[in-house]
């Protein structure tokens, strides 16, 4: 039940100074912080945060086609590997835009329950009370498309109890992680 998951403030937030309003979405519920600093990717290990697999591009394939095809338009790719590829490499450029903070959050439920709180991929989609919606409503995947870039949507959650193990094994060595209690854990 007690999970970990990894979550990143992708250089937006930091830029934008939203470092302490995010984390405090987070510390409010109860969240437990077991570790955290602050990295300027590298293009190597922007690659490795960002594996490029079949199912995760057919995800991102199907999220973007759904999106245009509510507006009535045409969605220009028909090779999700090949989208996915593109989504990757400027996914890659974005993480490298400046420092992130990355951080692992313990608690029940824990990788659901921040997917909850961070909103829907596409801010424009996401629903207001979450921080993808309260701090970057305006923006698209009609406004990131524009500019050749993706949606700068502030934050990265793990999407699986899997890949939060793997990604907390990339950024975090096993001596970066702390244990200890919370006052939390005696109301729970
Ligand atoms: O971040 P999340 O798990 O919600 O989305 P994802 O499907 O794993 O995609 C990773 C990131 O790629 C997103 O957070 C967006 O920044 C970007 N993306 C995009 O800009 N345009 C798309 N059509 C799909 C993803
Ligand atoms: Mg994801």
Known sequence: ??????????PDGVKRGLIGKIISRFEDIGLKIVGMKLIWADEKFAEKH??????WAKNVFNKTKTAAEKEGKKFEYDDHLKFGKQIQKWNMNFLREGPVIAMVLEGAHSVEIVRKIVGHTE?????????????ASLESYNV???????VRNLIHASDSVENAEREISL???KNELFDYKT??????
């Open 123 to 135: 801010p424009r989609q996401a629903i207001p009370g979450t921080i993808r919606a309260d701090f």
């Open 183 to 188: 006052v939390h854990q005696d109301h729970f």
């Open 1 to 10: 039940m007690t999970e970990r998951t990894l979550v990143l403030v992708k």
């Open 144 to 150: 990131a498309n524009s500019k050749e870039r993706v």
């Open 50 to 55: 960002y594996e490029l697999d079949d199912e």
């Open 171 to 173: 950024w975090f060595k």
